[in-house]
C-alpha cells in the first residue's frame, strides 16, 4: 500500500464504509416497526436509496407508505427513540461486523503513523459500543461525532472541521465515504473524495466526472490509482 504515502490525512465515514452498520439501521427500523404489529417489508437496497439523501426524508417516506404506523404513533421522535434502542441491541448482541478491505488498510496507516480520522453523523455511544467489539477501530487516533458538529451531511461542516484540525495547509488529504448525502459533504472540502458502495445510484457517472474515485469495496484499493 505504498500510495497511502501521498496524503497526510485519511478521514473515514463510519457506518456502511468501516462497518456494516447500515444493515443494522436496517433492521432496527424493521424490529420498530415490527414492535408495532407492521411488515417493514422494505429490502435492505430500497432502504438505502431512501435513507441516504435527506435525513428528513426517511421519517417522511415510512409514514407515507406505511400510513398504519403513523395511525398508532403519529411522533416521529417515540418512533426514533424505538429504533435507537433496537440498534443498541443489535449492536449488544455482536451484529456489526467490519467491511471488507477495512482491516488491512487501518492496519497499514498505523504502521506508517500517518493521520486519519473518523467523521460520521452517528452519537459517540454508538460509537464507542461499537470500538469496544472490534479493537482495529481504536488504532484510528481522532473521532469527530455526531455531537461535535452543527449541520449534518450533506453540509460540508463535520469535514472542515476534521480538515482545520488536523491538516496543514499544504497537506493532501483524501476521504471515503458510501452514500451521495457523505459524498457531497466530502465535495466541499478540498480532499481527494473516494466513493465505496455496492448500490448504483444514479448519481455516480456525475460524481466520476467530478474526479470522485468510485470503487466497490476497500478491497479494490490494491487495483486503484489514488
Same mark, same amino acid.
Given at each position: 500500500?505504498?500510495?497511502?504515502?501521498?496524503?497526510?490525512?485519511?478521514?473515514?465515514?463510519?457506518?456502511?464504509?468501516?462497518?456494516?452498520?447500515?444493515?443494522?439501521?436496517?433492521?432496527?427500523?424493521?424490529?420498530?416497526?415490527?414492535?408495532?404489529?407492521?411488515?417493514?417489508?422494505?429490502?435492505?437496497?430500497?432502504?438505502?436509496?431512501?435513507?441516504?439523501?435527506?435525513?428528513?426524508?426517511?421519517?417522511?417516506?415510512?409514514?407515507?407508505?406505511?400510513?398504519?404506523?403513523?395511525?398508532?404513533?403519529?411522533?416521529?421522535?417515540?418512533?426514533?427513540?424505538?429504533?435507537?434502542?433496537?440498534?443498541? /441491541?443489535?449492536?449488544?448482541? $455482536?451484529?456489526?461486523?467490519?467491511?471488507? =478491505?477495512?482491516?488491512? #488498510? *487501518?492496519?497499514?496507516?498505523? !504502521? +506508517?503513523?500517518?493521520?486519519?480520522?473518523?467523521?460520521?453523523?452517528?452519537?459517540?455511544?454508538?460509537?464507542?459500543?461499537?470500538?469496544?467489539?472490534?479493537?482495529?477501530?481504536?488504532?484510528?487516533?481522532?473521532?469527530?461525532?455526531?455531537?461535535?458538529?452543527?449541520?449534518?451531511?450533506?453540509?460540508?461542516?463535520?469535514?472542515?472541521?476534521?480538515?482545520?484540525?488536523?491538516?496543514?495547509? /499544504?497537506?493532501?488529504?483524501? $476521504?471515503?465515504?458510501?452514500?451521495?448525502? =457523505?459524498?457531497?459533504? #466530502? *465535495?466541499?472540502?478540498?480532499? !481527494? +473524495?473516494?466513493?465505496?458502495?455496492?448500490?448504483?445510484?444514479?448519481?455516480?457517472?456525475?460524481?466520476?466526472?467530478?474526479?470522485?474515485?468510485?470503487?466497490?469495496?476497500?478491497?479494490?484499493?490494491?487495483?486503484?490509482?489514488?
Amino acid at each position: 500500500m505504498q500510495w497511502i504515502h501521498n496524503y497526510q490525512l485519511f478521514l473515514f465515514d463510519f457506518d456502511g464504509l468501516l462497518v456494516n452498520t447500515e444493515e443494522i439501521h436496517y433492521l432496527a427500523y424493521k424490529t420498530m416497526c415490527a414492535n408495532r404489529g407492521i411488515n417493514f417489508n422494505w429490502d435492505f437496497e430500497t432502504y438505502c436509496r431512501i435513507a441516504h439523501y435527506k435525513s428528513e426524508g426517511l421519517s417522511q417516506k415510512i409514514y407515507a407508505e406505511f400510513p398504519e404506523l403513523y395511525a398508532v404513533e403519529p411522533s416521529w421522535e417515540v418512533l426514533y427513540g424505538e429504533k435507537k434502542k433496537a440498534i443498541i /441491541e443489535l449492536v449488544s448482541n $455482536g451484529a456489526v461486523q467490519l467491511m471488507p =478491505g477495512v482491516s488491512s #488498510l *487501518l492496519s497499514a496507516l498505523q !504502521k +506508517a503513523n500517518i493521520p486519519r480520522s473518523v467523521v460520521t453523523h452517528s452519537p459517540v455511544e454508538l460509537v464507542s459500543a461499537i470500538r469496544s467489539q472490534h479493537s482495529i477501530l481504536n488504532t484510528i487516533p481522532y473521532w469527530i461525532t455526531r455531537e461535535q458538529y452543527s449541520h449534518p451531511k450533506p453540509n460540508s461542516e463535520c469535514y472542515l472541521k476534521a480538515i482545520q484540525l488536523l491538516a496543514k495547509p /499544504e497537506d493532501k488529504v483524501i $476521504g471515503f465515504e458510501d452514500t451521495p448525502r =457523505g459524498l457531497t459533504a #466530502l *465535495l466541499g472540502t478540498k480532499a !481527494k +473524495a473516494v466513493l465505496v458502495c455496492q448500490i448504483e445510484y444514479p448519481e455516480i457517472p456525475a460524481f466520476i466526472e467530478r474526479g470522485v474515485i468510485y470503487i466497490k469495496s476497500l478491497d479494490d484499493l490494491a487495483n486503484t490509482q489514488l
